[in-house]
């Protein structure tokens, strides 16, 4: 069961790395729609079967095609399985005796690709931009991208949007927890759980100043060294 709930969540979670790495129009998920009014909500909706893919243009198809090598979008459905196949093996792989670990991972990528056509993701993608953008709208983008800005675009986007995430992860996290601060005199156990504060003052290490009328310490001299015990030569005869 622990098994299995590993390779679910690392499926759930496996394609947002990859995706904002490339510069591809992201599309929100599919809500379940809603009853209707007057008709109650089954407690388990009847399975729809997948939508018949539209049929595109050929010319349109091979443009957004190109489109997308210079975007590199293409290269999308490599990033999502490498990125898969990193969760498999840092995941229920940790399962594995380290021993049969390269043959698991072996088995695994030749079951995975053996199950995935090598252009199911980018035929999906491809689909995606006919449905979102006309025929003029892709040459238009295409001119741009072919442009020596939009070619710097492709080549700066990925870390521009790490940083632009690391950056607003920082900011956020910082509220967060101050935010809880503020809350930890109502809910005490919060007081176990958060983080020390990085912002506030460090205690003084100063020694504390004399009250008024308090003589200061007198200040220590240095102690006369002890007498010699040395006997005084005798005088030489």
Not at 92 to 120: C, E, H, N, V, Y
Not at 171 to 189: K, V
Not at 200 to 205: D, K, L, R
């Amino acid at each position: 069961m622990k098994l299995r709930t590993a390779v679910i969540a690392g499926l759930l979670f496996a394609a947002v790395p990859a995706l904002a790495q490339t510069p591809a129009a992201s599309t929100p998920p599919t809500l379940a729609p809603h009853a209707t009014p007057g008709q109650a909500a089954s407690a388990k909706p009847a399975a729809q079967a997948p939508p018949a893919a539209e049929k595109i243009d050929p010319a349109k198809d091979a443009a957004i095609r190109h489109l997308m090598d210079i975007t590199e979008t293409s290269k999308m459905g490599a990033n999502i399985a490498s990125y898969i196949s990193g969760k498999v093996h840092d995941g229920p792989g940790r399962a594995i005796p380290a021993d049969q670990l390269p043959k698991f991972m072996d088995t695994f990528s030749q079951k995975f690709t053996a199950g995935l056509p090598p252009t199911a993701v980018n035929d999906a993608i491809v689909a995606v931009y006919a449905k979102h953008f006309s025929m003029d709208d892709i040459q238009v983008l295409t001119k741009f991208y072919e442009s020596p800005i939009g070619q710097r675009l492709v080549k700066e986007m990925p870390d521009v949007n790490q940083q632009m995430a690391v950056a607003g992860q920082q900011i956020e996290t910082a509220a967060a927890l101050a935010a809880l601060r503020s809350m930890a005199d109502d809910y005490p156990q919060l007081k176990q759980m958060l983080p020390p504060d990085s912002s506030a003052p460090a205690p003084s290490t100063a020694p504390a100043a004399a009250t008024p009328g308090t003589p200061a310490p007198a200040a220590k001299t240095p102690s006369s060294p002890p007498p010699s015990t040395l006997k005084p030569a005798a005088p030489e005869r």
